[in-house]
């Protein structure tokens, strides 16, 4: 017995550890997507990829249920496919036997994701916020020659990086006024706390409603940053809070409601994990098996964990705006974890 249980659940974390690296893959890239403009402050793609991949965290978080979901369906499938179900069955095991591994890889997934949505969730999101406020409010030094960076208007290119932000034959362009147009030419220059000091150059000035040009010529010459980054005061967000600081009360109410429909939705969201496993393994082992209804039965498991993870995100978003659905989303959980308790113990 204890064999076969490890058999079974070895196969099930193998298969959700595959699923899972391939549909969080997959939701990385489409997330990761709308952070591209990063690439746009000179920053590598190796760091692209570190700020990014905080994002995994979250995305896991969604994924493993459904993953383990599907992974259990394959693994009993499997099991039928082979006529080894039949086997076991006339050897004497019950339903329950092939029930057990299943429930101890639930109870793994469910307690790292109480783990996850404790702390390390906002841990990751608080390292995601840092990266993020860096990156739009300082410079950081370029991986190779060209754009040191360029924003509002503001483009700064450098042909040499001698290193530690010193920067050899600069050209500027000022384009935030569109009346004039500065550009900046100079042998030298640094960075330093977002201050750009440049040495021995010189300044053009293209005035487009007179069209005069002017040129001035400058030993040293500092350019304020800060007013280009339009540097803002950080500010912690909702994802970021550990779940005693989501009941806190906020000034603004509306964050209030957004924090505690998060409190609730992390107290849920793990139960999930351990809802859809449980109807994939009722599905392929409840009825008697019939290779002409094992698609069906496939396609009827995926329909349910969409339109009920659907449900059940659709409630949790409304929790946010009106506190008196986040008891419905306790009733959809609690709701589901009986009626299945009630069908596996009629196996």
Same mark, same amino acid.
């Given at each position: 017995?204890?064999?076969?249980s490890?058999i079974?659940?070895?196969r099930?974390?193998r298969?959700?550890i595959y699923s899972?690296?391939?549909l969080?893959?997959?939701?990385w890239?489409?997330?990761?997507s709308?952070?591209?403009?990063?690439?746009?402050?000179?920053?590598?793609?190796?760091?692209f990829?570190?700020?990014?991949?905080?994002?995994?965290?979250?995305?896991?978080?969604v994924?493993?249920?459904?993953?383990l979901a599907?992974s259990?369906?394959?693994?009993?499938?499997?099991?039928?496919e082979?006529?080894?179900?039949?086997?076991?069955?006339?050897?004497?095991?019950?339903?329950?036997?092939?029930l057990?591994?299943?429930?101890?890889?639930i109870?793994?997934?469910?307690?790292?994701?109480?783990?996850?949505n404790?702390?390390v969730?906002?841990?990751?999101?608080r390292?995601?916020?840092s990266i993020?406020?860096?990156i739009?409010?300082?410079?950081?030094?370029?991986?190779?020659?060209?754009a040191i960076?360029s924003?509002?208007?503001?483009?700064?290119?450098a042909?040499?990086y001698?290193?530690?932000?010193?920067?050899?034959?600069l050209f500027?362009?000022?384009?935030?006024n569109s009346e004039?147009?500065y550009?900046?030419?100079a042998?030298?220059?640094?960075i330093?706390?977002?201050?750009?000091?440049?040495t021995n150059?010189?300044?053009?000035?293209?005035?487009?409603?007179?069209?005069?040009n002017?040129?001035?010529?400058?030993?040293s010459y500092?350019?304020?940053l800060?007013?280009?980054l339009?540097?803002q005061?950080?500010?912690a967000q /909702?994802n970021?809070k550990? !779940? @005693?600081?989501? =009941?806190q009360?906020?000034?603004?109410e509306? %964050?209030?409601?957004i924090? #505690?429909?998060?409190?609730?939705?992390?107290?849920?969201?793990?139960l999930?994990?351990?809802i859809?496993?449980?109807?994939?393994f009722?599905?392929i082992?409840?009825a008697?098996?019939?290779?002409?209804?094992?698609?069906f039965?496939?396609?009827?498991?995926?329909?349910?964990?969409v339109?009920?993870q659907?449900s059940?995100f659709w409630?949790?978003?409304?929790?946010?705006k009106? /506190?008196?659905?986040?008891a !419905? @989303?306790?009733? =959809?959980?609690?709701?589901?974890?009986?009626? %299945?308790v009630?069908?596996? #113990?009629?196996?």
């Open positions: 017995m204890r064999s076969l490890s079974i659940f070895f099930i974390l298969t959700t899972t690296i391939s969080a893959f997959c939701a890239i489409v997330q990761s709308r952070y591209l403009w990063v690439l746009n402050n000179s920053i590598g793609f190796s760091k990829l570190k700020f990014t991949s905080y994002l995994s965290v979250d995305i896991i978080a994924i493993v249920p459904i993953a599907i259990a369906a394959f693994v009993y499938h499997r099991f039928n082979s006529n080894q179900l039949i086997a076991l069955q006339a050897a004497g095991f019950s339903p329950r036997v092939m057990t591994p299943l429930l101890q890889m109870t793994i997934v469910v307690g790292y994701l109480y783990v996850s404790a702390y969730s906002p841990n990751a999101w390292e995601f916020r993020e406020f860096n739009k409010n300082s410079i950081d030094p370029p991986e190779k020659t060209g960076f924003n509002n208007g503001f483009s700064v290119y042909q040499k001698i290193g530690d932000f010193f920067f050899g034959n500027i362009v000022d384009a935030r004039k147009v550009s900046y030419f042998k030298s220059g640094t330093k706390d977002n201050i750009l000091i440049l150059g010189e300044r053009i000035e293209v005035d487009f409603l007179t069209r005069q002017s040129v001035m010529h400058f030993q500092h350019c304020d800060k007013k280009i339009k540097v005061k950080k500010s /909702p970021e550990y !779940l @005693n600081e989501l =009941l009360k906020c000034e603004d509306s %964050l209030s409601k924090q #505690k429909a998060l409190f609730h939705q992390k107290i849920t969201s793990p999930l994990a351990g859809f496993p449980i109807i994939s009722l599905l082992m409840l008697p098996y019939t290779r002409k209804h094992s698609s039965r496939m396609t009827l498991l995926i329909a349910i964990v339109l009920f659907g059940y409630i949790a978003n409304a929790a946010a009106t /506190p008196q659905f986040n !419905l @989303n306790y009733a =959809l959980i609690i709701f589901s974890i009986v009626a %299945l009630a069908i596996a #113990k009629k196996m």
